[in-house]
């Protein structure tokens, strides 16, 4: 690294992120991907996170001219990146080969650092929603399919969007998808609306993977839906603006609200075949809730990083002391490190069970980190605007960015209340066998009672007693 | 196993607590523990929550009664623990040549179940405070005092109580202990009080590990301080009187309060030597900190099996539901499911730790349980009260003891603040190093814009500028 | 008042409660409320809470003797309370000329000082069950029954229980509630249990009022329940047991687990008739939801009290400071005052609300207060109990009784969520017209900009459209 | 009204806001300001809320553009609603002959109602900072201040910044305020820099109020300060930037982060006279902060229409629901409606408060609104931003800004931290009173127990001493 290098050589007490993997996680963790860490570290901290105000500087401003952005610096990091040898990491070993050859645990470690700056995942071609959409490609793309849109996109060369949500329905139940995929001769046709299409603000963007309805009146809810490939260029498509997050406009990549008029594209676009659109979700949906989640573990580290500096400001005393005097700093700042850990231990093991039986029988676990990681980055953040006071809230910190990107995460990807009903639910299957469970054990204790000829008696009973009752 | 075989042969879907492990912790648990941990389980849920209201009722009613009894029970099961291999697991292998061979992971684990019954851990001789004075003696006693006392206490065949916490004194700063000890010859003589004596309550307790000040002079407020050993039927010792927990008197342990008026012990009897009560202490608190992190998990996760027993009672159903069907209900579960789920990894991971590289080095993980734990399994168990109403406070269910319990555990050791107080002075320390770095990321930031040619403006600079200021 | 005169006299600063009463309140507050209210509090803080722990050792110990306790402290402060003119002010002036000729609001006020002490509510005849108990007898009792029943409660000769819960249905839907009544000739015959039937273990309690269903097949859930009264010493009534409260028996008051087996009282104890239990009991509830909040609100007053008097004790240095000089101590004691002012207010609104136009319009702001209030006071009370450490979960304090009594709280009268679950959907029903509103609204919007000739653009729309679509 | 009138004649069951007024509230409200607020509330959702767009558009686009507009649609609203006379309501009768005659608690009850529009405050010329900043000018200003700033403020014509807060020191604290006022001869002479300078974005705004050094080495710190007049086209003035809030830049109003270079004003431009910037501030901080909190009560009503309005949104149902069919929203609802009408009470009293005794004998009442009311905004909008998924986060709701704006409330005149330290410590100086109180009641315990013969036996005694000991 020709830098600054301001970790290794300048930090006092610089402990490099391989050495600081909670030990539970070390078993699964070679020593490549230690090695891959530490570079991630100093790559994030030392160019992508100086290079985050360059990217934004670039991008200009007004609404055209940052969707039509594409800031050189990004190009630069690619370059560097791909130079260190960190691109395409996300790719699970054993599975695709294009890959860098890291386990989901491996790469989740990694993702954490890339978390901390606005560029480092697409600077390490690792970001949203390009990684779940190259997975579906590898996946279930044909040989044309891969060539066309998968080779561009693990070379960082295009972008690409999924295309799920609608406006008019409450798509946190994908059955209510309802953009109409009508089969005409060798086309499929469009009709419908999307937003939150993330990514299709980007001008690279060139290819929309799209959720619709190709069977409408199939029995089974689920049967009903398809993927599939739409050109980003294809007539009929519009974007009608840029969803703002919080007041911010994620661009050039943003949130886009798109409509389809007609949209025709070759009978083979459909992805592994009609009605399997369920299918092809579920399978990309995993990787990419660890993803979002150790970036987020990333974010609350970094926004402690930056409540600590604050806390140790000579200039900042209210009262006559340094924050860091004030116990209700340090007592938050210890809730945040005890919670931000906890955090990171769920997504870790999610990623460990992914790695060892899949996504499908590791949908507890990555449910969970959906649920708990959010919650937990948010009030890290929080805390750490408080400390700031002004600053916190404005430009002048990561900070607000960093809670408007997370609060997003809660809602992303379903919203909190969706992944514990199902989570609720299916903790309750448990139900039945554990209320014959404690009954068993009831009845246990009533036969200890007679076998030791004891009385059962409550020791709170009132021999007051008239009469008596069945109870 | 001789008994109804509750959960292998009868529970429909039953999973083994082997196979219930975080697949992270794996690779730390060999084949004999999962096979102990297995035996563990069935040995809680078959004999031993089975057995709690048998010990309640042997145990009386009254004062005087309830302190002196000693359920025949317990013995039972002590008897069936030590056949069953279930003894004395909690001596961490290495250390130990008296324990069962099992690292303190691996005891963790099996904490967990111990923690769902009343009596599971001192059946099989891994009850607090024995345990923690077991470790002292076996680590720091002499080969006579390891005859007379920790012989005896391997066996079960005896108690002890840990005697530091001093009502006068705010005793959750160690430095603040003030029980006086002072040389008279060949023996120390004790003067003072001390209370939350935890286990002096049991008639079988036959010795106190006792803290005190033998050197009230010292410049260091650490030297000050001692640890001896006081039989307790040495005379001048008072018991005054039982402290109640919310109410429960947990007898016969209980928490002693007690007054030590000219009580002379032989000189020998100091443990290590003059005013190295810190180091003796400090040894203690590692592992006993991880067990009850993990009996609590146990604890957390009981009272989840009582929420979803009721959820599907089909007696209970508040406006024609289930409470499985009310969405609320739910939604609790779930949050109780990832709460305890991330906690437990937390214990798990420090118990790795501990076993890696000691417990001193492991202080900010152990600190970390410490106040998670209790506060996440507190949560748990009132979801848990509020679910069955009046049921839920009463001695009807287990809820309202396992919240008692549990509340206490977010004072014993060191109330949470303290703790947290030395979480986030302990994080603090990288305060300047991050200041540092962050300002040389900024300074990195400001050169990348020089060496691009690029004007550093601020996106929302106004340019209604009339003049220049140095900012 | 002839004691220590601990306030008036001796207290540097001290402001009666009735120059504290929240301004916004005062229009409502007579003089003589005031003068009433300063009594109160002084017989409270100089009479009460000092004889609570008399009246504690004068029960005894040991189920049997507790609950046949009548402890002569408690009619010595009768006697005083009496003479004091501090007698019956619960019962609401225009409704009842038997009262002390107060409004709710007034009443509101005093029953917070008096929820400080655990026999004060009794010592002024003001205590739960009896109040809403005498209410309801002197609304609907016929002359003979108010002979027999009222006229010594008014005088608190004897005492009373209210049994409604039942332990094998959900009670919180009372239409579940199943004790049976059977018109036999000139008699109703109950069969069935009770639990949670509070007041019951008192010796003096001769009157229960009971809710069963006398009309099983009624069309009408709610025409099916009817109340009825039951002499307590009727043949075929079992006490079986009293209920423990989070370790607390709460004796000689209790809470009775109570079943009836063929029990006959004359057709005439029916109250208000067959198929009216709803109407008995919805005229009872209001008030008495008033009033455990007010004493949940001086419970936590009092609460704070002991924390700050925790935070002054100079014995009690953690760290080498007073707990006052912990920035996160006086951080939880503004955070409790600001609560604590939050929940009095509510329940002032509630109780003006109620004497203004009655309970049952009133149903909204009882039904808050009746969520709110517990959980601010355990909150609080939780905070002391964390500052005093063991001794806050200990008979040291009355922190952990007052931590139990609050919980139930949350409980007793129906859990929160049923309250929230109708208050939600009371609120609801505001939902269409607000959202026609909202509509309404936009539609203005879109009207304004037609007319000032302005295109409707979302800021952040993207014009890279190629075609054009209907959204 | 001449427009949709969309409440009174369209919507089913309303009730205007006079008949919701807090029945406790009632007494303090005339006539005269019961009709107003009906009238505010029409003109606040027939009139602003429907043109909030608008001033949206009319901003235009761009930093440049949008801190120079100035939106016709907004001098529109304010002959509206001059003509409606809904003009100056803030200024408190009695103290100022300029204002309509309303009492702090009867403009709070219209704030809250402005408070659910963007631009409704300013349409009625009672927005921050203005209506501080004329309350200065009116109570200390000389009269040819009063003519110059004063009279086109009140009328509406200009605008006005308050200069307080510094980027580089603990503004919170306001004693190390560091804006150097130096006099040179005749004038003043300014140098430093000011950020936060909330209002100093629109064009309108003509005179800074600003806080400085001008006595730097008094012994008092508070002497130190001072208040002084500046005309925002002062040579020497510089805006360098606007600070967004979570990514909003709330132009034209807009948050200026300023620096002064020598800026020169007329000696005659201090404010009461050089030293006493502390009176001035504290003289304008009371209603400024009831207004804000009044204002976020609307915010959060607001907050839960729209949550209101989702809830019954037809073509909303996951899993084939409506989202108010789902209990877990009811239950939200209900603990929004809750907390609300909570908070809503505290400003009211302490708006009362002010009225009857002035600001200064109101600041604990004012500090408890300060920290609750935003917390509890907060929570309610984010509730409502969860049940619109991304639309709530997006410009498809007003939910996103409030939020941001709500979050900023936290911060605003001193983060709550600062706040709960003042309360808290205010709060403690009743703790020795306290102490002494507790003492004296343990006391009379103790003498209650010798005067009734009484052995004074901790019920929980254990009966085994040996010796005796002096507790």
Same mark, same amino acid.
């Not at 370059?79 to 260190?84: D, E």
């Not at 001008?203 to 689920?222: E, L």
């Not at 599939?228 to 009608?240: D, E, K, R």
């Given at each position: 690294m020709?830098s600054?290098?301001?970790?290794v050589n300048?930090e ?6 391989s050495?600081?993997i ?7 963790v ?5 090695k /891959?860490l ?9 160019e992508? *996170? ?7 500087q670039?991008l200009?401003e007004g609404v055209?001219a ?7 610096i990004?190009?630069?990091?690619k370059?560097?990146?791909?130079k260190?040898?960190?691109? =395409?990491?996300?790719l699970?070993k054993?599975?695709f080969?294009?890959g860098?050859?890291?386990s989901n645990?491996e ?9 901390k700056?606005?560029i ?7 970001? +949203?929603p ?7 490609l590898?996946?279930?793309g044909?040989e044309a ?18 295309l ?5 329905v409450?798509?946190?139940d994908?059955? =209510?998808i309802?953009?109409?995929i009508v089969?005409q001769?060798?086309?499929?046709v469009?009709n ?7 990514g299709?603000g980007?001008p690279?963007?060139q290819?929309?993977i799209?959720?619709?309805?190709s069977d409408p /009146?199939? +029995? ?12 980003a ?7 009608h603006?840029m ?8 661009a050039p ?15 083979a676009n ?9 299918e092809?979700?579920q399978?990309?949906?995993?990787p990419g809730r660890?993803h979002?989640?150790?970036r987020?573990?990333?974010a609350a580290?970094?926004a402690?990083e930056?409540?600590? &500096?604050?806390m140790?400001d000579p200039?900042k005393?209210?009262?006559?002391q ?10 938050r700042v210890a ?7 906890? &955090?990171?231990?769920?997504?870790l093991?999610a ?5 060892l039986v899949?996504a ?5 676990e *990555?449910?969970?980190?959906k649920?708990l990681?959010p919650? /937990?980055?948010l009030r890290?953040?929080?805390?750490a605007?408080q ?5 916190g809230v404005?430009?002048?910190t990561?900070l607000?960015?960093?809670y &408007?990107?997370?609060?997003?995460m809660?809602?992303?990807d ?8 199902q989570l609720g639910?299916n903790?309750?299957k448990?139900?039945a066998?554990?209320?014959?469970r *404690?009954?068993?054990q ?17 020791p709170?009973?009132? =021999?007051r ?7």
């Amino acid at each position: 690294m020709s830098s600054q290098e301001l970790l290794v050589n300048s930090e006092k007490g610089y402990v490099p992120a391989s050495e600081r993997i909670p030990p539970i996680a070390l078993p699964y963790v070679s020593e490549r991907a230690k090695k /891959t860490l530490d570079i991630v570290e100093r790559f994030v901290e030392e160019e992508c *996170i100086p290079a985050d105000p360059i990217f934004m500087q670039q991008l200009g401003e007004g609404v055209q001219a940052r969707f039509s952005a594409h800031p050189p610096i990004l190009e630069e990091l690619k370059a560097k990146a791909s130079k260190l040898g960190l691109w =395409n990491m996300f790719l699970p070993k054993g599975h695709f080969k294009e890959g860098a050859g890291f386990s989901n645990l491996e790469y989740g470690l990694m993702a954490e650092y890339l978390g901390k700056s606005r560029i480092a995942s697409e600077a390490c071609n690792c970001s +949203a929603p390009d990684t779940g959409n190259m997975e579906v490609l590898a996946k279930y793309g044909t040989e044309a399919q891969k060539r066309r849109w998968l080779d561009p996109l693990l070379r960082g060369e295009i972008r690409s969007a999924f295309l799920m949500t609608e406006p008019q329905v409450a798509s946190s139940d994908a059955t =209510n998808i309802e953009m109409s995929i009508v089969r005409q001769g060798d086309e499929w046709v469009l009709n419908g609306q999307k937003w939150w299409s993330s990514g299709a603000g980007d001008p690279r963007c060139q290819i929309y993977i799209v959720m619709g309805k190709s069977d409408p /009146t199939n +029995a089974s809810a689920y049967a009903q839906q398809s993927v599939i490939l739409v050109p980003a260029n294809t007539p009929g498509i519009t974007i009608h603006r840029m969803l703002s997050v919080m007041g911010y406009d994620d661009a050039p990549h943003g949130h886009g609200h798109i409509s389809f008029e007609n949209v025709r594209v070759p009978a083979a676009n459909i992805v592994l075949g009609p009605g399997r659109g369920f299918e092809v979700i579920q399978g990309r949906l995993g990787p990419g809730r660890i993803h979002h989640a150790m970036r987020s573990i990333g974010a609350a580290e970094r926004a402690l990083e930056w409540f600590l &500096a604050r806390m140790n400001d000579p200039r900042k005393k209210p009262f006559g002391q340094l924050l860091s005097a004030h116990g209700i700093m340090l007592d938050r700042v210890a809730r945040s490190r005890i919670d931000i850990d906890a &955090a990171r231990l769920s997504v870790l093991n999610a990623a460990v069970k992914m790695d060892l039986v899949g996504a499908k029988k590791a949908l507890k676990e *990555i449910a969970e980190v959906k649920v708990l990681v959010p919650a /937990t980055a948010l009030r890290v953040i929080d805390a750490a605007i408080q400390a700031y006071g002004g600053a916190g809230v404005s430009q002048e910190t990561p900070l607000a960015y960093m809670y &408007a990107l997370g609060r997003t995460m809660r809602i992303v990807d379903g919203p909190d209340e969706v992944h514990c009903l199902q989570l609720g639910r299916n903790e309750n299957k448990r139900g039945a066998a554990l209320k014959a469970r *404690i009954e068993a054990q009831l009845k246990k204790t009533d036969s200890l009672f007679e076998a030791k000829g004891l009385k059962k008696i409550d020791p709170m009973a009132l =021999n007051r007693s008239t009469g008596k009752a069945k109870l």
